[in-house]
T-cell receptor, first 116, second 115 residues
Framework: DGGITQSPKYLFRKEGQNVTLSCEQN?????MYWYRQDPGQGLRLIYYSQIVNDFQKGDIAEGYSVSREKKESFPLTVTSAQKNPTAFYLC???????????????FGQGTRLTVV | AQSVSQHNHHVILSEAASLELGCNYSYGGTVNLFWYVQYPGQHLQLLLK??????LVKGIKGFEAEFIKSKFSFNLRKPSVQWSDTAEYFC?????????????FGGGTRVLVKP
């Protein structure tokens, strides 16, 4: 089936450790996104990538890093610099990221990260 | 930069009642508008979207939304809800002129439908 796969579903991390969340898509989409979901705050954009080997900071990029070495993959690293990392992380993709291109985003099932 | 506000954080209603969820955005240019739904334990799914044309948009599961440009609003409606409509609903906007196709989301509304 075509779609977006995030792994793992649940992740526990000790304070001070970096952790990487996986996101893979087989939809042949150019654009990929990482959002963070917190209760009452909706989804906030962390990073996005319009094309391979390129990515841009979103609204809350501090303490996070990404890479886009392959079209299908957009891993997110939550570093020890992220002050409040416990959250639900959602990966998304869309067919294109060009200007005035009207497309919707498709979402993965999310990874719930808990810092212990 | 655009922003989105959803007026209600929680809504509780009985089956067969009508539902209306408010969504207002702030952005001066042309926008694409979306409503997403997140059922318990499931991933975010698109309910409906507006890009251009008829401002009354019909989506899946009997939902519809009306774009009122003068009010910067995109309210979601369903005439008669079912227990299975219990979910969290998110309004989202992206600016057509902006690169990156970034979506800006509202804070979400949790809807509980009592059987």
């Amino acid at each position: 089936d075509g779609g977006i796969t995030q792994s793992p579903k649940y992740l526990f991390r000790k304070e001070g450790q970096n952790v990487t969340l996986s996101c893979e898509q087989n939809l042949n989409h150019d654009a990929m996104y990482w959002y963070r979901q917190d209760p009452g705050q909706g989804l906030r954009l962390i990073y996005y990538s319009q094309i391979v080997n390129d990515f841009q900071k979103g609204d809350i990029a501090e303490g996070y890093s990404v890479s886009r070495e392959k079209k299908e993959s957009f891993p997110l690293t939550v570093t020890s610099a992220q002050k409040n990392p416990t959250a639900f992380y959602l990966c998304a993709s869309s067919i294109g990221a060009g200007r005035k291109l009207n497309t919707e985003a498709f979402f993965g099932q999310g990874t719930r990260l808990t810092v212990v | 930069a655009q922003s989105v506000s959803q007026h209600n954080h929680h809504v509780i209603l009985s089956e067969a009642a009508s539902l209306e969820l408010g969504c207002n955005y702030s952005y001066g240019g042309t926008v694409n508008l979306f409503w997403y739904v997140q059922y318990p334990g499931q991933h975010l799914q698109l309910l409906l979207k507006y890009f251009s044309g008829d401002p009354l948009v019909k989506g899946i599961k009997g939902f519809e939304a009306e774009f009122i440009k003068s009010k910067f609003s995109f309210n979601l409606r369903k005439p008669s809800v079912q227990w299975s409509d219990t979910a969290e609903y998110f309004c989202a906007v992206n600016a057509q002129e902006a690169a990156g196709n970034k979506l800006t989301f509202g804070g979400g509304t949790r809807v509980l439908v009592k059987p």
